[in-house]
């Protein structure tokens, strides 16, 4: 599979903006079948820049908002619209939009969508790539339950690779994409099938744990009623950690919590997660993702360094993956976590770093902020894939 990345930071003339991705696309050559997809600031006037990109791209587009794009030359960008195109003689596309999702529909919705687009393809698929909006209340669907439906209709396990929409932390802007359409509640889905052979790095950049280590014995979805035999709130309290304000993401962005859960196969599976709110009275914790009953939660320790290093491993490992591999990735896609951005501060380009000026060549990078991540982590044992939803995360995707 063929990429190419493609990049402007105009947004208000999109003729403009047009013309300028346009002219990075110098001798490119298209195969038989493509796929774009698209990172673009919160003002941009989507359904405007996709009538006029379809004047010359005949392929389907995906895609959402983000807060701030990664680039494999240019480094980090904190506005404008980035484009990669992926094309391949012997890989097929199908893309779609679920309607608004709430509670009550979302299992039909993501079904219905993703037999549709199967449908479509010549063989089954072997890559999901989705966008979904952000969760602010509990009549949204959370990631979680959105990687865990796909995972029910698909035949077989296949890996999962996306985020939830962001903006300038407005909350208002976030919109997923598909061709000419957008979505603020509703799911981007994608999916590939053919010769695609994915790999996957996900890092949480934890390098130490604070002594905190509790069962989860009352949870539902993503608030915390009980660890071990008090409260989540008098747990906290136990363990003198900050309870004196209701909204506590940013007094625990550097101390994202870790769940840990150990599967009927035998593995181990870990994932981040970042915690939001307390609630005094009923002694309920609030994080931006679930946190089942019987995993159990410890608190991580982050630093700007450690963040730096574990990115900078990250890279070190996929570009190990790929050049050892028979088959030739071209392609790299990446998602970060907005609570990462907030905690690197003025250093915005930490993370980029990593990475800039030493991409293999041929191998093109486009990547972005989320207000949440989906992609697979492998099992410890038997090395089975998990597709899971992160918080704090960076995430890599070779294609």
Partial sequence: MESIVLYT?????????VGELFAGLGDFKFKKNSLGIIFAEGDTDYPA?????SEKLHCPIIG?????????????????????????????????????????????EIASVYEDLAARLPSEPKL??????????DNDVSGDKVI????????????????????GFDYTKYRGFVDGAETRHGQVIALVSGNVNPKFVTINSIDSRANFSYEVTEAHGNKVVRLGTRSFVETLEHEDMAIDKTDVLADYLLSPFVLTRTLPSGDSIEVARNLATLNHETGVGSFLGEVPEGAILGVGMISRVSVENSVNNAFEKIFADISTDKEKYHTLL???????????????????KAYLGKLPEGVSLIGMYGYGEYSPVYGDKTKEIYNLFHNFTFTIMAI
């Fill in 9 to 17: 930071e105009e947004i208000d003339d999109l003729d403009e903006a």
């Fill in 49 to 53: 820049l996709h009538a006029l990109l």
């Fill in 64 to 108: 959402c908002t983000a807060l701030a794009m990664l680039n494999g030359v240019l480094g980090y960008r904190g506005t404008g619209i980035s484009l990669l195109l992926l094309t391949a003689d012997d890989c097929f596309f199908s893309a779609g939009m679920t309607d608004d999702l709430t509670m009550d529909n979302y299992r039909e």
């Fill in 128 to 137: 999901v790539i989705s966008f979904g909006g952000m969760v602010s209340d």
């Fill in 148 to 167: 865990r439906r796909i995972d029910e209709i698909a035949k077989t396990k296949i890996p999962i690779f996306g985020s939830l929409s962001s903006d």
């Fill in 334 to 352: 990446c998602i970060s976590c907005c609570a990462r951005f907030l905690a690197m501060a003025s250093d915005t380009a930490a993370e980029t």
